[in-house]
C-alpha cells in the first residue's frame, strides 16, 4: 500500500465497521484479486464518434500524453468514458484501489454513498453512464469484489480524498509578479502528491468533458481513468480549482458523515461545471466559493482557486484565494504579506495542507519554501516558477502543472512509474483550443 496514505479521521470507524459485518457475512476475505492483466479485454477498440456504437468521445496520445474527449449528456459523456477506458478503470480498481481501500470497506462506503451522500443528479446520471459503457464494450466485472463494479462502488472511489489523506503544495501569482512574462496573468504551479503506485500512475490522463447543457461549460481535468471528479481542474471561463487534503481536526465524525455530505471532488466538478452558481451573470471563483460555502462537509480540505486577473481587476480583488474547509465551517484566506519566516511576497498565495485561516498556522517546510522563494524572485517566467514547484514536490508526486488561466494555457508533466519525484523532464505545453474541441473533433 502506498505509504501516502492514512485512513480519513471521520469515515474511519464506520468502514472498519462495515467492513468487518461485510466480511463476516461473507465468512471474510481471501485477500486474493486477480490481476487487471487477466482480466477479459475490451470486446473490440473503439476508434471513437465513427464506431459502430454511439460514443460521444475519443481517446487519443498526443505528445506523451492521452487525452480522453466527451460531450453530449451526463449519461453520454459517462458512457464513451466507461467505454473508451474500461481497461483503465478496471486496472485503477483492480490494482490500485483495492489496495487502499479492501473490497469489503469499498462495498461498506458504496452503501453510506448511496444513502447519505449530496450528489449532484448530472454526476449520478455520468456514473451510471461510465458503467453502461464498460458493461458494453468488456464487461465491469472485478474478480476482487466478486462481482460487477456498481454506480456507488465508482462514485465512492472518486470520493477517495474524502477517506485518506494525500498531500500536494500550490503557488500562485500574478500582477507585477507575473507582467514580464505572463502580461499579468494570474498563473498557478501545483504538484499533486499522492502515490508511486505504478498502476496508478500508468493510468492518468487528461479529461475534457463538453456538457450539451447550455447551462454548464467545458472543463479540462488532469486525473486518472474512471475520475468523474476534480482534483486539478480548469472550466472554460479559466476558473482554476486545485484540491489539497487539510490537516486540520475539524473533520466530521463517523455519525455526523452518516447524517450527509457533499463529497468535496465531486462538489468541486459541479461546481467548476455550472456557468453561474451565484446568479450574477458571471462564471468565477465566487461561483466555486458559494458553491463550497452552501455544502455541507464532512472531511478537512484545502481548494485553492484561481480566477483570471482580468477578471479579478473587474472586481477590484486578487485573482487567488484559498478555502479552508471542514465539517464546522469554511474560511477564505487571500494574499497577504504577513511577517516572519513564514511571510509571502504581494500578488502570491500558497498552499499546502496546513490551515493558516481557519486556526494558528502550523510549521510545513514546503510552504516556508514557496514563501522564501515568492520574497527571492518577486518577478517570475515559467522556467523559474517551475523550478519552485520542483522543489517543493514531495517523493509521491504524481503530476506537477503549470496553468494560466487568463490565457487558459496548461503545461503538465505526468509521472511515469520509473521516474524520479524530482525528475527535470519538461512538461507538455497545451492551449485551450488544444484540449477542447467541438465535438471532440479535429
Known amino acids: 500500500m502506498p505509504h501516502a496514505y492514512v485512513p480519513r479521521r471521520f469515515l474511519a470507524a464506520h468502514l472498519l465497521a462495515g467492513a468487518a459485518a461485510v466480511a463476516a457475512c461473507r465468512g471474510g476475505e481471501t485477500g486474493h484479486r486477480t490481476p487487471s492483466s487477466e482480466l477479459a479485454p475490451a470486446s473490440r477498440p473503439i476508434e471513437g464518434p465513427g464506431s459502430a456504437a454511439t460514443v460521444n468521445g475519443t481517446l487519443t496520445l498526443e505528445h ?15 458512457y464513451a468514458h466507461g467505454a473508451l477506458l474500461r ?5 485503477v480498481v ?29 454526476l449520478r446520471e455520468e456514473a451510471a453512464g461510465v458503467i453502461e459503457g464498460m458493461r458494453d464494450h468488456g464487461g465491469a466485472f472485478v474478480p476482487a469484489l466478486a462481482r460487477e463494479l456498481s454506480v456507488d462502488d465508482l462514485l465512492a472511489l472518486n470520493a477517495m480524498t474524502d477517506l485518506l489523506a494525500i498531500g500536494c503544495s500550490s503557488l500562485s501569482t500574478w500582477g507585477d509578479a507575473t507582467a514580464a512574462a505572463f502580461d499579468g496573468a494570474a498563473v498557478v504551479v501545483r504538484n499533486l502528491d499522492w502515490s508511486t503506485d505504478p498502476d496508478l500512475l500508468a493510468q492518468q490522463l487528461v479529461i475534457v468533458t463538453m456538457p450539451s447543457d447550455p447551462q454548464r461549460q467545458a472543463l479540462v481535468s488532469v486525473g486518472f481513468a474512471g475520475y468523474l471528479a476534480c482534483l486539478s481542474c480548469i472550466n472554460e471561463a479559466g476558473v482554476t480549482a486545485l484540491f489539497n487534503m487539510g490537516y486540520g481536526d475539524g473533520a466530521a465524525s463517523a455519525l455526523q458523515a452518516l447524517a450527509g455530505f457533499a463529497p468535496a471532488n465531486l462538489l468541486v466538478r459541479d461546481a467548476l461545471e455550472r456557468r453561474d452558481t451565484d446568479g450574477d451573470g458571471r462564471s468565477t471563483a465566487d461561483d466555486v466559493e458559494a458553491s463550497v460555502r452552501a455544502a455541507t462537509h464532512a472531511g478537512s480540505w484545502i481548494l485553492h482557486v484561481v480566477e483570471p486577473a482580468t477578471v479579478a481587476a473587474a472586481a477590484v480583488r486578487s485573482p487567488a484565494r484559498v478555502l ?15 511577517e516572519g519566516p513564514d511571510a509571502i511576497a504581494s500578488d502570491h498565495l500558497a498552499a499546502t495542507n496546513h490551515f493558516r485561516a481557519k486556526r494558528a498556522p502550523t510549521s510545513c ?21 517551475w523550478r519552485v514547484g520542483r522543489g517543493v514536490r514531495l517523493p509521491e508526486v504524481v503530476q506537477s502543472m503549470i496553468v494560466d488561466t487568463d490565457h487558459r494555457a496548461l503545461s503538465l508533466w505526468l509521472r511515469r512509474a520509473n521516474e524520479d519525484h524530482d525528475s527535470d523532464a519538461p512538461p507538455v505545453a497545451w492551449t485551450w483550443s488544444e484540449l477542447v474541441r467541438p465535438q471532440g473533433r479535429e
Open 94 to 122: 483492480q490494482d490500485y484501489a483495492l489496495d487502499v481501500v479492501p473490497p469489503a470497506a469499498l462495498t461498506a462506503a458504496a452503501g453510506a454513498m448511496g444513502r447519505t451522500a449530496t450528489i449532484a443528479p448530472s
Open 87 to 91: 481497461d483503465g478503470i478496471l486496472a
Open 324 to 338: 479552508e474547509v471542514e465539517a464546522d465551517g469554511v474560511v477564505t484566506r487571500t494574499a497577504s504579506e504577513g
Open 365 to 385: 517546510p514546503r510552504y516556508r519554501e514557496l514563501a522564501n522563494a515568492s520574497r527571492r524572485q518577486p518577478v517570475i517566467d515559467a522556467d523559474a516558477l
Open 64 to 78: 506523451g500524453q492521452r487525452v480522453l474527449r466527451v460531450w453530449g449528456t451526463p449519461q453520454q459523456m459517462g
